[in-house]
């Protein structure tokens, strides 16, 4: 069995692993995004670290395929990247057609959320379970549903928003237009928000899960009660799906226990207590290498076909 590549496209960084017939990355390389060059710029840098890893297997070894997680919303069956408001530079374009032109190598290519879920799903958190939903909480809040070992993508690709579900209709407006969206509690910027209302003081999110593992109340707080719209979110997906491990991704679980604490304590009080007596919340354990692996399980369902 060939190598493969996974790469996951972010808005400031770029990251490529080469991973094994074991599913083990076995080197990495990072680059700078730099959308605002454009996307022949972008593939062709790509292409230059892709070559990069290549040249580090051993004679008649080779790539078989590359997988990408993008951030924001793309047209899995097409490939191409739709409106990504953190990559204007590549924003609608046919990115996966130009990187397979450039690489001559099968490319597939999905949601960022989507493929760090698939790589958690099967080398991390979900390991033996048929079901799954992934929750990344980062700059924003992002979803994936997997049922029966498959992604749910919905009727027209926008399954998963569960970032902009209401968990409180009097809460603060959201930008996406709606009002009290989980992301408004929950995210880091959302964090930030919350902790500078109420202290005066403007820090980073993450500097907010930094301060509450310290013992800073104000922070506790606030990580409490982004915990509990989480707890909301996960009850009614619960309920509605009836899927019952759920996985929590993304910056924000480094703060510990707190956020995953409050979260299980509120999907008590709004899910059946059957069905939240079965709800598993953890956190994930693979981090950054679930995107890296999840889009080398794409690249290789590429090479092997089906699921
Ligand atoms: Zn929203």
Redesign the pocket.
Known sequence: MSCVIGIDLGGSKIALGLVNSRDEIIARRRIDTESDAGLGSVIERIAFEIEALKSLLPAGRRVGAVGVGAPGPVDHISGDLLTLVNLPGISNSPFRRALQERTSLPVALDHDAKVAALGEFHFGAGIGRESMIYIVIGTGVGAAIIYQGRLIYGESNSAGES??M?VDPNGHR??????G????YTSGPALAKHYAAATGEMISGAEVGRRALAGDENARAILRAAGRALGIAIASLAMTLNIELFVIGGGVVQAGDLLLEAARASLRDYSFPAVSARIQVSASVMGEDAPLLGAAWLARRQLTGGF
């Open positions: 970032g902009h209401t959201c930008h996406c237009g709606s009002r969206c989980l992301e408004t």
